[in-house]
């Protein structure tokens, strides 16, 4: 090591003592890496201010728990002893990126800007004050060894050409960090349909879904195209979601034996997956597959969203509360848990079930995975229902025995609010109040626990909130939740916490320069380089689209001071990142379901009723396009039934859209044709 080495070397030694700091982490993620020899540290003031004093750099260090190269990583290197010594010359920093997404859009845009890709794990060399000067994702041990010295050389020997590099970084991350031009197009009809026609063009006809592998579930995008085929009755997007739904479904991304969706195919035929499993991802899905079997009666869109909210329910489930993720690895191997060859299959099933169940799942000699081993898929429903869930079950108690993967016990607000919104929804599709029942008690518990002195935060771990803020996409989500849960129920809780929490991101998340911009963070956060504003829809809707959602929503159940507040910000917002739909609708899915809804008012349907069970309540959450206000309830119980009284002693929906409204109707057969939907 050259002299400059040994100086930092020496600064690492000063605090030699001061040992690992995560046993105490509110995040699984990051006691998973308490035993490691690295001095870890969890992204706090303490931890910035140890590497000002020491003149040291940062070395960042951001993953998850269900990420497959970073569990690699931590095993190659962070592990090891002699890797350990010579990071221990800086100050470590250990992020987890679903509790800190603030930190890792920061840092992975920086990664994106250098590399010119991103992933994780993300690995960052940071000055003391968090300015990034070199960037990279997974590096095997020989070249991270490598990276460390050549990183503690630059920084005693070219310190100058460092700050200049960080200086020259920071400034891009401003830059791209100046959002969307304005200027947009208005939200009307002719935009959204020009927005569906572009994604229509990017549709893999044959394979479902869209682009080239790897393929990830487009969910927002499938929601915002079941939305454009109520609006239009055009068969076209509706094709394209059965296409994809289909393949997805009867594919290895999806988990035959036990329901859920893994995070992406590797392949372009949905066959293989990347094993973990995600709590968005399936809340996500969830509410595709339950819209599609409302709209449609799909056998097996119907299927799918029952095993799918069977798996939140029976996997996921912490309490009232969901969980973050399943890991891709089983004892260190990935997809261990579910994959099998057809000699597998005879050993539980004998010889006869074995065979067919190899047919059945596609399970073959040479394998479509790894080691001459398969992953299930199910080309086609089997010729023998009962049969296959006689195999089924004897298969899923099979695995049950082979090594399981561990889960993410965190419960993350947004992904929570997700969920339960996708289960109030499927609720209705499915018929099902026990699944309204779970959103409504998870909707309770997440409140109860992350909302602390008025203000959310962003995660929990086994009962314990963490001191994490919650960002704009947790205040969004959960507020949309409630209000699907205050629609369905009409419990006065759900509605005043769901509007606490949208004046709380008008006040802390608005850009009060630029009308209709949001920041991820709020505006008394902890102060980064660059506070994120990102508009896209990525894995996730973005902060910004489910907040127009939410607002929009709340803007038809609320008093009128309130409603026209919230829906001069809804239409602000829309129309601040209309140029996404305009110029990349690919990446603007959930700005595209939104704004179906929002071209067509958004539909209002007011029951007036003095029972909860009306039929004429139950189809007007049946048949109503996805992104409509549905409520039920006597006259003057709410804003939407001011006035609005039953008809001749018979239950009658009133239907608006914005702010016109239809005579009213007292039959199914007539709410149908009005709302334009088959009965």
């Known amino acids: ?95 987890d990126r679903e509790e800190r997404p603030d930190l890792d859009a920061v840092y992975m845009n920086a990664t994106v800007a250098m590399t010119g890709h991103g992933g994780w794990p993300m690995t960052c060399f ?15 041990k020989p070249q991270f060894l490598q990276l460390i010295a050549a990183v503690t050389e630059t920084w005693q020997g ?35 349909d020009h927005a569906v026609a572009a994604v229509l063009r990017d549709e893999d006809t044959t394979r479902g879904g869209f682009g080239p592998a790897p393929k990830f579930p487009p969910s927002a995008l499938l929601e915002a195209l079941l939305r454009s085929y109520e609006r239009t009755t055009s068969p076209v997007p509706l094709g394209t979601v059965r296409r994809t739904c289909s393949a997805m479904a009867r594919g290895g991304i999806y988990d035959q034996l036990a329901g859920g969706f893994a995070r992406y195919s590797v392949d372009a035929d949905w066959v ?40 939140l329910l029976g996997d996921l489930a912490d309490g009232p509360m969901f969980t973050s993720s399943l890991d891709a690895d089983a004892a260190g191997v990935e997809g261990s848990t579910y994959a099998w060859t057809p000699g597998q299959l005879r050993d539980v099933l004998g010889t006869d079930d074995g065979d067919w169940a190899a ?51 965190k419960v993350v607000t947004a992904w929570n609010g997700l969920a339960i919104t996708a289960l109030a929804e499927a609720a209705v599709a499915l018929d099902d109040s026990q699944l309204l029942e779970a959103a409504r008690r998870c909707a309770e518990s997440i409140v109860g626990l992350h909302l602390v002195d008025g203000r959310l935060r962003r995660a929990s771990l086994g009962g314990s909130v963490g001191e994490s803020a ?28 769901a509007t606490t929490l949208l004046d709380l991101a008008l006040r802390h998340f608005a850009d009060p320069d630029r009308p209709g911009r949001w920041f991820d963070t709020a505006d008394d956060a902890e102060q980064l380089m660059v506070r994120p504003a990102d508009p896209v829809d990525g894995a996730t809707p973005s902060g910004a689209s489910t907040v127009a959602e939410a607002l929009l929503t709340a803007a038809h159940l609320v008093d009128a001071e309130r409603a026209g507040r919230y829906g001069e910000a809804a239409a602000a917002t829309l129309l601040a990142h209309s140029a996404l739909l305009a110029r ?81 109707v007292t039959g199914v057969a007539e709410l149908a044709e009005a709302l334009g939907v088959p009965v």
């Open 1 to 95: 090591m050259s002299p400059a080495g040994n100086e930092l070397a020496g600064a690492g030694n000063e605090l030699a003592g001061a040992g690992n700091e995560l046993a105490g982490a509110t995040s699984p993620y990051l006691r998973q890496h308490a035993d490691n020899p690295v001095h870890w540290k969890q992204w706090t003031p303490e931890a910035l201010a140890e590497a000002a004093r020491r003149d040291v750099p940062i070395l960042l260090s951001i993953g998850y728990a269900a990420c497959h190269w970073c569990h690699v990583m931590a095993h190659e290197s962070f592990e090891d002893a002699r890797v350990a010594a010579a990071m221990n010359a800086f100050v470590c920093i250990k992020v």
């Open 126 to 140: 940071l000055t003391p004050d968090g300015r990034p000067f070199f960037c990279g994702t997974y590096f095997p």
């Open 158 to 192: 070219s310190r100058d050409e460092v700050e200049q590099a960080s200086d020259r970084i920071a400034g891009e991350l401003r830059r791209m960090s100046a959002g969307l031009p304005g200027g947009g197009p208005e939200i009307a009809p002719a935009l959204c």
């Open 272 to 311: 293989v997956p990347h094993f973990e499993k995600m709590l968005y991802d399936n809340a996500l899905l969830l509410r595709v597959y339950a819209h599609w079997a409302r709209r449609t009666g799909d056998p097996l869109a119907r299927r799918v969203a029952a095993e799918t909210a069977a798996f």
């Open 359 to 409: 047919t059945v799942f596609d399970v073959t000699d040479a394998g479509t995975f790894e080691h001459g081993l398969s992953v299930l898929q199910l080309p086609a429903d089997p010729d023998d229902w009962e049969r296959f869930e006689r195999v089924r079950a004897a298969l899923l108690a099979a695995r049950a025995a082979r090594p399981q993967p561990a889960r993410d016990d």
């Open 470 to 497: 919650a960002i704009l996409e947790d205040y969004a989500m959960l507020a949309t939740g409630l209000l699907t849960v205050y629609q369905l129920t009409g419990e006065q809780r759900s509605l005043t916490h």
């Open 584 to 664: 990349a609708p690919r990446s603007a899915g959930h700005w595209l379901a939104v704004a179906e809804a929002a071209v067509r008012g958004p539909l209002q349907v007011a029951v007036a009723t003095a029972d909860p069970q009306s039929d004429l309540l139950a189809a007007a959450r049946r048949l109503a396009p996805g992104g409509s206000v549905v409520v039920g309830g006597p006259v003057d119980s709410m804003p939407l039934l001011a006035g609005r009284d039953r008809v001749r002693g018979a239950d009658a929906a009133y239907i608006c859209r914005g702010r016109v409204c239809d005579l009213p």
